[in-house]
Structures are given as C-alpha cells and as structure tokens.
C-alpha cells in the first residue's frame, strides 16, 4: 500500500525521525490556514514550497513542486497545482490528478555550512533473502540517471533482518556518503533510526529523497516514500486508514474488496485462475498465444459463486479486453463452484461480447463442464494448457 508524502513523513516523526514540516490540504481553507499556521513565529522572510500529493515521483520535473517567498505567493502556487493534472515520468501521458498539496517549510535556509542532498532507500533483495540499504551522495531528482551513468556512486549495504541494521553498518554508511563532524553522528544516528520505521512498520519500501544535511548539520527527510506490505496491515490497523483510493485503480479497488488478488495490466486478454503459480503460467500462455495479459487475478482456494461472478465482472469493466481465459484447477476450489459463478454472472450481467474460453480440470470437472454445458453459454471449452493457448490465438484473431 503506499502512501502520500506527508503521511510517510508523519510516520517517520513518530519514530523520532526529523522530518521537513509541513501542512497537508485539500482545498483553499485548508491551502490558507496551513501557510498561516506553519511557521508559529513568522519573521516575513520566510520561504514557503508546495508540493503536490500523488503516488507517483518526479512531481518536480512535472511542476508539482514550487518554491514561494511569500504567504500570498504560497497561496497562488497551490492554487495552481491543486486539481491541476500532474504528468511525470512515473504516472504515464495520462497523469494524475491532484487532490491534496503540503505547505511545508523551507529547509534550505543560510547557515555556517552549505547544505548537501543524499539518497536513501530500503527495501528487500529478493535474491539475498536480505534488506538492502541504497544511498548515494548524488541525492535530488535527478537519482535515476545517477544509478543509470555512474552506478559506483551507489553505496549497497546488505542488512540481516535476524540481526537488524548494527551500529558498524549505520557508520559505514554514513563515512560512505562523506558526512562528518556533527553532520556524521546525526547522519549515523538517522540510518539507524530509518531502519527501525523500515522494519516495525512491515514496509516493503523506504525511499527518502533527498536526505538533507542543513546548513547546520542536521539531517532530515525532505521527501519520503513510503510503502507498506498489505500482507502485514492486519497488525497495523491504524495504517489501513491511510489508504488513499482515489489514487489506486478502480478495479483494484473493487477487486481487494471483494478478497480478490487483483492487478491490472496493459493487454487484451482476460484471465481467471486459481493459484498464482498458476496464474502466472496462464499469464505466459497468453503471451505465447500473441495476446497481452489484461490483468492478474487469482480467485483463491475458498472461491464461490459469488466471488467467481465478482471476478467476472470486474474482468469485463476494463475495456481492453478482446477475450477472457478462465483457467481452473480444482484441488481446494472446486471445477463446479467456478462454473456455477460462470454461469450466474452471464444471468446477471446480460449480454456479453467478448469470446470466452473455459479450461476446469481437477476436483468436480466433469460435473462442472456439465453444468457450463447445461446452461447454454456461448463459451469455448478447453482442456489442455496448449488447446486453451490456440483457442485464445483464434479468439483474437477472429
């Protein structure tokens, strides 16, 4: 699940994490009290930056994030991101949507030192079974043509989760990025602490961009990625209200509330499995076949008739798809449950015009290509993988 810039950052706060202050809002009222409210003893010289709120990065390059020197042009700078559609590397030629900015505090005010951006990102290394810190001295937006040009300014530090992230490693890090003085026992002293958000919150991803030293030597979060693993939201029942929907996919949405596991993608093809492993190979026969997989979906052991037909349903909402592969292996779910969805989903939803292809093998196969059989749907049978994959290639071409 991910999460907004200023919820990560109000996380990290609660950890004791210093963070870039600021105010989040979603409409002028809010946009006018929070410039008035951020700086509690205001000397008029104060600078202001607007940020837009979307899951997505790269919002400076789009302009969704603005500089202003003074209240009134805070106010005119967030009038002009909020609602404005934001196109960054990240979101696609689509964009997205902003619906809420943060006023937050300057960070780069004059001091005795100049000040200096990092990178820093946790996440897992799948092929070590371990946590891996990624920094670099190289911090700002422009991170991704850093890692792409001159990948030995990526500093690379394997974490044990058994063990945690131990002093000597903060240390190295830190000695690695050049900090010093005050600014290295700040900086070794913030590591740590990173790990710690990382690793009670269940996070699949902690990116913080830039790590700022200020001109007098503190190190703070200016931006935060957050993203949490949805597996482990059942112990962080607090997390789950930070969900934002309106920048998660609609289908998605729909699907997860119906204890579906649901991802949309890019291609043509509709597919209905049980099982990921499963779903995956479905994935590459329709590959193979010449179509585009449409989306992810796995129904799940306890499927019944009810979910099937949620599935289905939420399959023919995306208007990419050209055909639908249900492909089902009955060991815990069984073949007629899946049929029986089949079935009422047609009944339901009426006409349908898209081809359908019906691979059930295993538990109850034979009852359920009875009951598809019975019901006088207009669908192709299949039954092996190799039969589904030309049925699917004539289904397109058709």
């Known amino acids: 699940m991910k999460l907004h810039e200023y919820q990560g950052k109000q996380i990290l706060k609660s950890y004791g994490l210093p963070i870039q ?30 940020k837009a709120q979307i899951h997505a990065g790269g919002r ?34 689509q964009g997205k ?19 200096k951006e990092f990178y820093i990102s946790i996440t897992l290394d799948r092929s070590r079974g371990q946590d891996i810190v990624m920094a670099s001295s190289e911090g ?8 792409e040009k001159h990948p030995e300014k990526i500093i690379r530090e394997h974490i044990d989760p058994l063990v945690g992230m131990t002093d000597f490693q903060a240390r190295r890090i830190a000695f690695a990025l ?38 007098d030597d503190k ?58 492993g499963l779903a995956m190979a479905t994935m590459d026969i329709i590959k193979l076949s010449g179509g585009e997989p449409a ?28 055909a639908i592969l249900i492909n089902i292996f009955g060991g815990i779910v069984q073949c007629d449950r899946v049929a029986n969805g089949v079935v009422e989903a047609y009944k339901n939803i009426g006409q349908i015009n898209v081809p359908i292809i019906v691979r059930l093998q295993g538990t109850n196969a034979e009852l359920a290509a009875e009951i598809i059989r019975n019901s006088g749907l207009k669908v192709v049978p299949a039954i092996e993988l190799r039969e589904a994959a030309q049925k699917v290639r004539e289904a397109l071409s058709a």
């Open 60 to 93: 400076g390059k789009g302009g969704g994030v603005k500089v202003a020197k003074n209240p009134d042009e805070a106010l005119e700078k967030a009038q002009q991101i909020l609602g404005m559609n934001l196109v960054t590397p990240q979101t696609g030629p």
């Open 295 to 322: 989306n992810f979906l796995d129904v799940g052991g306890g499927a019944n008739a009810q979910t099937v037909e949620a599935a289905f349903r939420i399959i023919l909402k995306d208007p990419a798809v050209k």
């Open 97 to 115: 949507i902003v619906h809420k900015v943060l006023i937050a505090e300057d960070a780069y005010y004059p001091g005795p030192t100049p000040h």
């Open 21 to 50: 202050e600021g105010i989040a809002a979603s409409n002028i009222e809010e946009i006018s009290a929070a410039i008035k409210n951020l700086y509690p003893n205001p000397t008029g010289k104060e600078f202001y930056v607007v």
């Open 178 to 215: 050049g900090l010093s003085g005050t600014a290295y026992k700040n900086g070794v002293a913030f590591i740590k602490k990173l790990y710690e958000v990382y690793a009670k919150t269940d996070a699949s991803l902690l990116e913080i961009n830039p790590m700022l030293k200020t001109s």
């Open 219 to 276: 190190i703070i979060a200016v931006d935060t990625k957050l993203e949490l693993d949805e597996n482990a939201l059942y112990r962080h029942k607090d997390y789950e209200a930070l969900r934002d929907v309106t920048e998660e996919e609609p289908l998605e949405t729909e699907a997860r509330e119906n204890n579906l596991n649901y991802i949309k993608l890019d291609g043509n093809v509709g597919c209905m499995v049980n099982g990921a």
């Open 140 to 147: 700002g937006m422009d991170i991704e043509e850093v890692a």
